[in-house]
T-cell receptor
Framework: ETGVTQTPRHLVMGMTNKKSLKCEQHLGHNAMYWYKQSAKKPLELMFVYSLEERVENNSVPSRFSPECPNSSHLFLHLHTLQPEDSALYLC????????????FGPGTRLTVT | DAKTTQPPSMDCAEGRAANLPCNHSTISGNEYVYWYRQIHSQGPQYIIHGLKNNETNEMASLIITEDRKSSTLILPHATLRDTAVYYCIVNTGGFKTIFGAGTRLFVKA
């Protein structure tokens, strides 16, 4: 595997379910990011991790819970979501925090029913 | 970070140069200009960035005006696979990145 991978690619969940999104980067980077992209809206930065430490929580509701166990893996734990949380969730990584050259994964298309 | 303004959409003929403008009139001295693109249903892809000087890589060229208030991304020979949304972002390098609406480029055969 190369670059940034995300699993699953598609996810349908009910509002009472608990699920997790997984991101893995094979680039040796130190920073990882979660973004949300809703239909016809710009990308929104959700969380930023640098060396496994969260450095940014961009006013994201607590029903989204990130976890970064090491610099190669990033999770987004989901619980009690709302239909308006349906979106494309993108993971990215970079050598260091900052926009420099961010490498994005293909995203997880989430549908909340 | 400074705000950017881009046209919502542009057309380009296949094989011709695509010139995508970006206005960033409030840019400050330590802010870089970055360009990314997002092909439908994929994650964004980094293209190029610059501070003052013009930059070129295998994908594109970035022309920044002398006063740094605007820039142009040039795809020298556009192909159908260059059809995408192109984002111009101004940032000091911090992690509070702001992706705007971008320019939707249509490359036509």
């Amino acid at each position: 595997e190369t670059g940034v991978t995300q699993t699953p690619r598609h996810l349908v969940m009910g509002m009472t379910n608990k699920k997790s999104l997984k991101c893995e980067q094979h680039l040796g980077h130190n920073a990882m990011y979660w973004y949300k992209q809703s239909a016809k809206k710009p990308l929104e930065l959700m969380f930023v991790y640098s060396l496994e430490e969260r450095v940014e929580n961009n006013s994201v509701p607590s029903r989204f819970s990130p976890e970064c166990p090491n610099s190669s893996h990033l999770f987004l734990h989901l619980h009690t979501l709302q239909p308006e949380d349906s979106a494309l969730y993108l993971c990215a990584s970079s050598q260091a925090t900052g926009i420099y050259e961010q490498y994005f994964g293909p995203g997880t298309r989430l549908t909340v029913t | 970070d400074a705000k950017t303004t881009q046209p919502p959409s542009m057309d380009c003929a296949e094989g011709r140069a695509a010139n995508l403008p970006c206005n960033h009139s409030t840019i400050s001295g330590n802010e870089y200009v970055y360009w990314y693109r997002q092909i439908h249903s994929q994650g964004p892809q980094y293209i190029i960035h610059g501070l003052k000087n013009n930059e070129t890589n295998e994908m594109a060229s970035l022309i920044i005006t002398e006063d740094r208030k605007s820039s142009t991304l040039i795809l020298p020979h556009a192909t159908l696979r260059d059809t995408a949304v192109y984002y111009c972002i101004v940032n000091t390098g911090g992690f509070k990145t702001i992706f705007g609406a971008g320019t939707r480029l249509f490359v036509k055969a």
